[in-house]
């Protein structure tokens, strides 16, 4: 069973920046797509971006340009570089990973998604 773990969150004021990181236990070689969702309070969960087995990379239009994700395949850990960021960013973030041959990356948001961290809180004010 695998098991991912969020680690960075924290408040920040807009403009600043924030790197979350995403361990990943257990089978981590199996996971193939990964990603990071966010829930914002009284909204729906929505992704953020993804990264697929072959290292290409897709995001939200309201992050482009702010948020780079990144994956260290060595130390099973996946990293979200937020710069810029807004109020409208707070959040709790998730990381997500799903195992295969990587085809929940074939969309975006990917799904679906089997695995799940706790989540991770953000905020930042204005």
């Known amino acids: 069973q695998v098991q991912l773990v969020e680690s960075g969150g924290g408040s920040v004021q807009a403009g600043g920046s924030l790197r979350l990181s995403c361990a990943a236990f257990?089978?981590?070689?199996?996971?193939?797509?990964m990603g990071w969702f966010r829930q914002a309070p009284g909204k729906e969960r929505e992704g953020v971006a993804s990264?697929?087995?072959?290292?290409?990379?897709r995001y939200a239009e309201s992050v482009k340009g702010r948020f780079t994700i990144s994956k260290d395949n060595p130390k099973n850990t996946l990293y979200l570089q937020m710069n810029s960021l807004k109020p409208e960013d707070t959040a709790t973030y998730y990381c997500?990973?799903?195992?295969?041959?990587?085809?929940?990356?074939?969309?975006?948001?990917?799904?679906?998604?089997?695995?799940w961290g706790k989540g991770t809180l953000v905020t930042i004010s204005s």
């Open positions: 257990g089978y981590g070689y199996y996971i193939t797509c």
């Open positions: 990264v697929a087995p072959d290292g290409s990379t």
């Open positions: 997500a990973a799903s195992p295969g041959m990587g085809g929940s990356c074939n969309r975006f948001p990917p799904a679906p998604m089997q695995y």
